[in-house]
């Protein structure tokens, strides 16, 4: 299963060059990197990064992740896949621009 990481460009270019992240602001404060599947991500976009133009969609492999993947209640009671250890570039599937356009994050088919 793919799950998805959005990072703004330094966080992006931060794992970029040190070939793994501990993640965002957020991530740090809460001791895990945070992730949403796609029925999630437009919601977590819309949350989180509402009108930030300049944003990358990461695409995860959930199986490359292992047991330091966990599935934890957050928003509403929804499980939301929460990794305990950094992001490794080696994680990442690929990773895209997220553009915004009319206020709205363009995801790609299959994100809803």
Known sequence: ???Y????APE???LRANGQ?????VDLADGFVHFSTPAQAAETAAKHFAGEDGLMLLGVETDR?????RWEPSRGGA???HLYRELRLSDVSWAQPLPLADGQHQF???VE
């Open 1 to 3: 299963m793919i799950i």
């Open 5 to 8: 990481k959005i990072f703004r």
């Open 12 to 14: 992006w270019a931060d």
């Open 21 to 25: 992240s501990d993640g965002a602001p």
């Open 65 to 69: 992740l292992g047991d330091d993947l």
């Open 79 to 81: 499980l939301f896949p």
């Open 108 to 110: 790609p088919p299959g």
